[in-house]
T-cell receptor, first 113, second 119 residues
Framework: GDSVTQMEGPVTLSEEAFLTINCTYT??????LFWYVQYPGEGLQLLLK?????DKGSNKGFEATYRKETTSFHLEKGSVQVSDSAVYFC????????????FGSGTRLSIRP | DAGVIQSPRHEVTEMGQEVTLRCKPI?????LFWYRQTMMRGLELLIY????????DSGMPEDRFSAKMPNASFSTLKIQPSEPRDSAVYFC?????????????????FGAGSRLTVL
């Protein structure tokens, strides 16, 4: 069945460092891929998405590219800020089915000033 | 739209008591999901509805848990009787199906969550 695997946390970086959070998926066909972010005390919110191979999703300086050949959707940011401290979830779903949304286990990111 | 509204934000109760969590989804969304989040088990899907009808409740832990959606703008998750191991943050989320448009389809909008503590 479909699944999402993301790197274990916690990840701790200094401000302005480069960030990569790895995410790989297992699915047949062409699912849509998402990154959600959860700030302390809040629900998850969509950060970015990509719906087909080679698409690049971007938002708030974060980027992720849908790589069909490596079944990956790694999250990157060139210069992180303290305000980026949160838990990040990779997820996939099938366009034809709004119900089948598979989340990864989440990666906690902490940024030191 | 005010987003997905959940209440209460915090609930502290004693073991054996009934707990009712409430959710108002975004108007026009036809899917509603209940999730539970704990440190040990992460984010778990409990149940979801489509057009107010429960479609998959296989994630509901046991018969003590029940969920209803009497209309398109309201859903409840009830635990009776509650136990300490039910302590968690419960999230409601809604979305609309691909048939209603492609750009936002399959994107979940989450509420702020209800933090439940059972003593």
């Amino acid at each position: 069945g479909d699944s999402v695997t993301q790197m274990e946390g916690p990840v701790t970086l200094s401000e302005e460092a480069f960030l990569t959070i790895n995410c790989t998926y297992t699915a047949t066909g062409y699912p849509s891929l998402f990154w959600y972010v959860q700030y302390p005390g809040e629900g998850l919110q969509l950060l970015l998405k990509a719906t087909k191979a080679d698409d690049k999703g971007s938002n708030k300086g974060f980027e992720a590219t849908y790589r069909k050949e490596t079944t990956s959707f790694h999250l990157e940011k060139g210069s992180v800020q303290v305000s980026d401290s949160a838990v990040y979830f990779c997820a996939l779903s099938r366009y034809s089915s709004a119900s089948k949304i598979i989340f990864g286990s989440g990666t906690r990111l902490s940024i030191r000033p | 739209d005010a987003g997905v509204i959940q209440s209460p934000r915090h609930e502290v109760t004693e073991m054996g008591q009934e707990v009712t969590l409430r959710c108002k989804p975004i108007s026009g969304h036809d899917y509603l999901f209940w999730y539970r989040q704990t440190m040990m088990r992460g984010l778990e899907l409990l149940i979801y509805f489509n057009n107010n009808v429960p479609i998959d409740d296989s994630g509901m832990p046991e018969d003590r848990f029940s969920a209803k959606m009497p209309n398109a703008s309201f859903s409840t998750l009830k635990i009776q009787p509650s136990e300490p191991r039910d302590s968690a943050v419960y999230f409601c989320a809604s979305s609309f199906s691909p048939g209603q448009g492609s750009s936002g389809a399959n994107v979940l909008t989450f509420g702020a969550g209800s933090r439940l503590t059972v003593l």
